[in-house]
């Protein structure tokens, strides 16, 4: 059996960026930071962020691009990809990216990161709390009204 899963909440570091694939798929990438917050032996609390790619397809990119902004806390679920390619100067490089599957946002409406109006939704639909799926219903990307 294998599994490859990846679930994260955070906030976002960056606006979307949406692109166009020379085939007319639209894909939207933006970044994530979680934080890990402990005590160490000394009794001092520390913190340490760590920094997620993500990539979105279709239309659940569209809906990214359209509704997040950067500060926005976020859920995140998908699975872990790493891309090899080599730079201008021949050199070998790699990115691990979390390929969204799912995406749910976390902010209550007019509580975000950047100005009010710049991203609120324009339908009249409360986007405040998610909403969990039925046990045995799968909701699909394609199935989302927006």
Sequence with gaps: ??????????NLTRDPEMRTTPSGQPVATFSVATNLIWTDASGQRQKKAEFHNIVAWRKL??????YLKKGHKVYIEGRLQTRDWEDKEGNK????????????MLEAKGGNGGSPEASQPTDTQDYSQPVAPAAEEEIKVEDIPF
């Design 1 to 10: 059996m294998n599994l490859n899963k990846a679930m994260i909440i955070g």
């Design 93 to 104: 490089r790699s990115r691990t990216e979390i390929v969204c599957e799912n995406m749910i």
């Design 61 to 66: 990119a569209e809906i990214c691009a359209q």
